[in-house]
């Protein structure tokens, strides 16, 4: 009763106190390698006292193979329950603001996929009677199924059909996702953590695949884009699977920077997009950014990777592209316990966290993150719990711990025996072999320690 009451008490004080910013974004787009952004201003409310929003619904479990058997099937109900139960648990559930999630129209899902794509993966046997019916006859007869060797069906041998609850999940994760984003891009929330399912981002226009049929964070998106006039939107996809889906959608878009950092393997891993030259065209060239990790397992990639990147590539291309809006395709298959078919990296939930915190430093703080891959159950609730303490201001243990202490023990007594220290720690960790996008990546462990502002210190 008393978080009730608190929590009614901040939306009161909120609908008091919200500052409205006149948006001024009516000039195009320059190339980032031209010039600096000049800094964010925008439509958008920006928010005080507001808490973090969280978005959730049974109706999502309900996507499940027919075979009734989910130890085949590494996308199921099992990992948002999951994820819900931990934030109970840990009592962050309490100090977000939950809202009602709701199923995506006909309308809005059409703003990213072809209509009949819509209508054969958005509807079921109960709402069609509401179609028309000569337009669906046509359609429903090209669907093509195929039989799992569970004995479910899928719409391809990973992604599974339910005629009754696919769509109806479907279009619910990708409405709950366009909610949040709304309710934060106005300034009712801060900021929000959408646990959804299925995944989304590697869904396109006219193609399900990889687990996902509607892509969430692209309709969310677009849809802010045309309902409340986000002239610049940031998609940063840490999923370990490259977002073929989203890229699509905006790769001739400007006004969207997507950067997805994932496996690549030169092309050999799930799938198979996501190269470090494809960088966008037309208007979007220099608008996707893929740090595309190549090198397989050995060793695998971990936090140490992920922070260098978003240090000294992520951050400030999105810091320079100064965004109206954050969406965040927030897949944690990278985190360690996935085996190499579903990922085989080795980043810790505190990472997730740190990046988070990364994040929010962009927009206003405006950071909408959406739940992609991951399923190793452990592993997506110890991530997701990091992402929204994160969320709400938690401080944690810094993840460079490790690192710092390595650094300490040889107790270095300069700068200089700094450097050659962590020259020497850097040589150890994998090369990075993303092509011309990172041509001059750093080679010591300094870039890294500099994150925590240890190089202060000496």
């Known amino acids: 009763e008393k978080q009730k009451q608190l929590q009614q008490l901040r939306r009161q004080t909120a609908h008091m106190e919200t500052l409205a910013v006149p ?14 952004s000049s800094p964010a201003s925008t439509s958008l409310t920006v928010c005080l006292c507001l808490v973090a929003g969280l978005v959730y619904d049974s109706q999502m479990l309900k996507h499940q193979c027919t075979c009734g058997d989910n130890s085949s099937h590494p ?29 995506a129209t006909l309308e809005e899902l059409q703003s990213v996929h072809s209509e ?60 709950s996702v366009t909610e949040l984003a709304f309710r934060v891009a106005k300034g009712e929330l801060k900021n ?5 399912r299925p995944p989304g981002h590697h869904a396109d226009p006219s193609n399900p695949m990889g687990f996902c049929y509607f892509n969430s ?10 309902k409340l006039s986000a002239n610049k939107i940031l998609i940063v996809d840490w999923d370990v699977h490259h977002g073929n889906g989203t890229q699509e959608v905006f790769y001739n878009d400007p006004s969207v920077l997507y950067i997805s950092l994932h496996r690549y393997d030169d092309g050999n891993f799930f799938p198979g997009s996501g190269g470090p030259a494809e960088v966008g065209s037309g208007a979007g060239e220099g608008f996707n950014v893929n740090v595309a990790w190549t090198g397989g397992l050995d060793p695998p990639m971990s936090d140490a990777e992920y922070i260098a990147a978003f240090r000294t590539v ?30 085989g990296y080795k980043v810790t939930g505190k990472c997730f966290g740190f990046l988070t915190r990364q994040l929010m430093g962009l927009a206003g703080g405006r950071v909408i993150m959406a739940l992609e891959g991951g399923h190793d159950l452990t592993a997506i609730c110890d991530a997701s719990e990091a992402c929204v ?22 107790s270095p007594s300069n700068l200089t025996e700094l450097e050659r220290i962590c020259r020497e720690e850097w040589e150890k960790l994998p090369r990075y072999r993303c092509a011309k996008l990172v041509a001059s990546y750093p080679r010591r462990l300094e870039a890294v320690i500099a994150a925590k502002g240890a190089s202060t210190k000496y």
């Open 217 to 226: 964070v692209a309709i969310a998106a677009k849809q802010l884009q045309q």
């Open 389 to 410: 303490s994160a969320l709400l201001g938690i401080e944690s243990v810094n993840v460079l711990e490790d690192l710092i202490i390595v650094v300490q023990r040889r």
């Open 23 to 36: 948006m001024m974004l009516g000039s195009a787009h320059r190339p980032l390698f031209r010039t600096q």
């Open 192 to 196: 929000g953590f959408a646990v959804v």
């Open 314 to 343: 992520v951050m400030p291309i999105a810091q320079e592209f100064s965004p109206d809006v954050v969406l965040v395709s927030s897949g944690f298959d990278a985190a360690e316990g996935h085996p190499a078919p579903l990922g």
């Open 116 to 175: 009949r794509h819509v209508l054969l993966y958005g509807t079921n046997p109960l709402n069609r009677l509401k179609l028309d019916n000569r337009k669906l006859a046509g359609i429903l007869s090209q669907r093509m199924f195929v039989m799992l060797p569970c004995g479910g069906v899928g719409v391809d041998n990973d992604t599974i059909w339910n005629e009754s609850h696919t769509s109806t999940a479907s279009r619910m994760a990708a409405g």
């Open 75 to 103: 996308e199921h109900a099992g990992r948002i329950q999951s994820i819900w139960s931990r934030l109970q648990e840990r009592g962050l559930r309490g100090q977000c603001e939950t809202i009602r999630g709701r199923k």
